[in-house]
């Protein structure tokens, strides 16, 4: 049986002060929400270069009623949802749990804030799933996680999880490892929530075009 593929992109509308708050410390929350509104964008490019071989759809927080997100949909071709839960761990089961009893599907969920994460890291992640994985998790270098694929899903997987910390890749890889469930990693990639990592970024040149107005703008020295 050939299954369908399902990519989902949790992401936040870009608003100052609600959005990378270690950023925001210490570049300002203006600067902080460009940034991550310029992030955003290029995720959605990277996963959408290869919308015929899945679907895409951006789950939105705190919710689809926004132009930006509407600018999104119109632009890429991809469907809009809200998050729904008190609690990020809720929203991304829900996310999952939906995709995954509507349709025969294997399914993966992304950051907005992970600029390495492309097409093809998406595609080999589809690969380690068709391969015999219940899950995939694509570690960030925080400690972490910015992606996670599944065949199936359980609620203890999000459940007691100190998000935001060093200790989220390894609390979710001991939930893993209590229900039995086979999984696999994906190599590390680094996302966006700190000073050193804009300027890592801000310097790569594969990336550093997308912040060059931001720099001119607010001074940076990157």
């Known amino acids: 049986m050939i299954r369908s ?36 964008e290029k995720v959605i490019q990277n996963i959408c270069i290869c919308i015929r071989e899945f679907e895409v759809f951006l789950y939105c927080c705190p919710d689809i009623n926004y132009s930006l997100f509407n600018y999104y949909k ?26 995954l009893s509507i349709t025969d599907a294997h399914v993966v969920l992304i950051g907005s804030d992970c600029l390495e994460i492309n097409s093809d890291y998406i595609n080999n992640t589809f690969g380690a799933l068709e391969s015999g994985n219940d899950l995939v998790l694509g570690p960030t270098l925080d400690g972490g996680y910015a992606l996670i694929g599944a065949n199936k899903i359980d609620v203890s997987i999000f459940s007691d999880i100190s998000w935001g910390t060093s200790s989220v890749l390894r609390q979710t890889k001991r939930k893993i490892n209590t229900l039995e469930w086979k999984f696999t990693c994906m190599p590390s990639i680094r996302d966006i929530d700190t000073l050193a990592d804009y300027q890592y970024f801000s310097r790569h040149k594969k990336f550093k075009h997308l912040f060059l107005d931001i720099n001119k703008k607010h001074t940076l020295s990157c």
């Open 5 to 40: 593929k399902a990519v989902i992109c949790f992401c936040k509308y870009p608003e100052a002060g609600v959005v990378k708050s270690r950023l925001s410390a210490d570049l300002g929350a203006e600067c902080a929400a460009n940034i991550y509104k310029k992030v955003l």
């Open 74 to 99: 119109e632009n890429y071709n991809l469907s809009l949802h809200n998050q729904i839960g008190n609690d990020l761990g809720t929203r991304m089961y829900n996310a999952m749990s939906y995709h």
